[in-house]
């Protein structure tokens, strides 16, 4: 069975449209619940709890209110934590024994969108079987529980201040970043409690930027997804380096001294080096947008690699399966399982420094072992649903983009999972025919979904 609510990362979607909207969210929360109830383990007497975290998204106040009436209603307790990034909820969860976590977000997306993801108990996210059994409870009339078994709310104080701790236990005892100057620019998002005071307890001298969120201007002209205002306050600043976090700071970009920007494949790279220098690194895991340069330089490190689906739900899946432990996408999404289960933007980049540490020097040095390919993504809106796959002008354009680039770079279509966007990208050595493929081929989708 399909899923018919839950993307690539949850439930997302336009605030006051299907599915976000208080009634349905209210409905998602006791739907979950009563799977929850179905599957725990706690002994005779006892509820389940979840730990509910949001952005800073004004509507995250009146989704948390809907979530949380929809566990009561099923008997189960809710842990608030308030503005928290992701990965924060999936340590919480972890590390307080709780049945599952919840995060209230659009991650990179504007303020006007919202969404619902699950972490299990693990710190991971939900398997497709949990998320198509909380699919069929929604649409089912929803009950409550009697008056003596509703669950109850609770606030967890020290939610904030745990997750910094865990953070700087990733990065080395023996290394400390005394001496470097670091712009953090939080994306007015999540983080802006908890990334600064990471960094800085380590020793940096810290300069912040997106970090007065009010609601509405979350990813607004800054963070991961608007690298250039970290770009430009590094260099203001005189900075050595700049970190990029996204709405809800599980994604990374950083910036060296001289305003040059690295994404996610770039900063893998330097931390599977880094490693590899310390213990064989048996394989590693991408994505279908992962570009080719990373590919060839693994390769050169007789370092295995293997592409996942879009999505890092699909990349940690990979890595599960082949027991490895790094992997990552473009945009920042980067997995180290031996520090988290998840993919974290602050953890992610306390391991790009410390290989920085370790190696000496600047980032800039650092990162210069891998020169990127250029690619071209072109996002071209469409309808929910379009067939695009199926239609004749666009699979005659790709037959031909990619009989012109043969041998030579990669063609890739492909529909977002959370956007109403047909993805059109072109990577290849040329950097002119990369851009001038991409632009006839995004122009044919333009035309045949008009």
Request: proline content about 4%; aromatic content about 6%.
């Amino acid at each position: 069975m399909s899923r018919k609510y839950f993307g690539t990362d949850g439930v997302r979607g336009r605030v006051g449209q299907l599915p976000i909207t208080p009634d349905f969210v209210m409905r998602l929360g006791y739907a979950a619940g009563k799977v929850l109830l179905g599957t725990s383990s706690m002994p005779v007497g006892e509820r389940p709890a979840v730990l509910i975290g949001k952005d800073t998204r004004l509507s995250g106040y009146m989704l948390e209110s809907a979530l949380e009436a929809g566990f009561a209603a099923a008997g189960v307790d809710t842990c608030l934590v308030g503005p928290i990034p992701t990965p924060a909820v999936a340590y919480l969860t972890r590390a307080l024994r709780l049945q599952a976590g919840i995060v209230i977000s659009a991650s990179h997306n504007p303020y006007y969108d919202n969404g619902i993801k699950f972490f299990s108990a693990q710190g991971t996210k939900l398997p497709d079987d949990v998320e198509r059994a909380i699919e069929a409870g929604i649409d089912q009339e929803m009950a409550c529980v009697g008056a003596a078994d509703l669950g109850r709310a609770m606030r967890i104080e020290d939610a904030r201040g745990r997750y910094i701790e865990f953070c700087k236990s990733t990065f080395p005892n023996d290394l400390d970043l005394r001496g470097l100057k670091i712009v953090v620019d939080c994306a007015h998002g999540a983080a802006y409690q908890t990334a600064p005071s990471v960094f800085h307890e380590l020793g940096a001298e810290i300069v912040t930027i997106g970090v007065q969120p009010n609601g509405l201007n979350i990813n607004e002209g800054c963070g991961a997804t608007s690298p250039k205002a970290l770009a430009d306050a590094v260099l203001a600043h005189r900075a050595d380096v700049g970190l990029a976090l996204d709405g809800d700071a599980d994604r990374i970009q950083m910036v060296d001294a001289e305003g040059n920007l690295y994404d996610g494949d770039q900063l893998l790279f330097a931390i599977v080096r880094s490693r590899a220098r310390q213990a064989p690194v048996n394989g590693v895991v991408g994505t279908l947008m992962t570009n080719l340069a990373l590919e060839h330089a693994l390769e050169k490190l007789d370092i295995p690699f293997a592409r996942a689906a879009v999505g890092d739900r699909y990349v940690v899946e990979m890595l599960n399966e082949k027991g490895w432990l790094f992997g990552g996408e473009n945009s920042g999404h980067i997995l180290a399982l031996d520090r988290h289960t998840t993919g974290d933007g602050t953890v992610a980049a306390l391991q790009v420094l410390a290989a920085l540490r370790e190696a000496g020097g600047d980032l800039k040095s650092l990162l210069a072992g891998l020169k990127l390919y250029p690619q071209k993504l072109i996002n071209v809106q469409i309808v929910k649903g379009f067939p695009w796959k199926d239609h004749p002008a666009i699979t005659a354009e790709l037959a031909a983009v990619e009989s012109r680039m043969a041998g030579r770079g990669r063609v890739l279509l492909r529909a977002s999972g959370t956007e109403p966007l047909l993805r059109v990208m072109v990577e290849g050595e040329d950097a002119a025919q990369v851009a001038g493929e991409a632009e006839r081929l995004a122009c044919v989708v333009r035309e045949a979904v008009q």
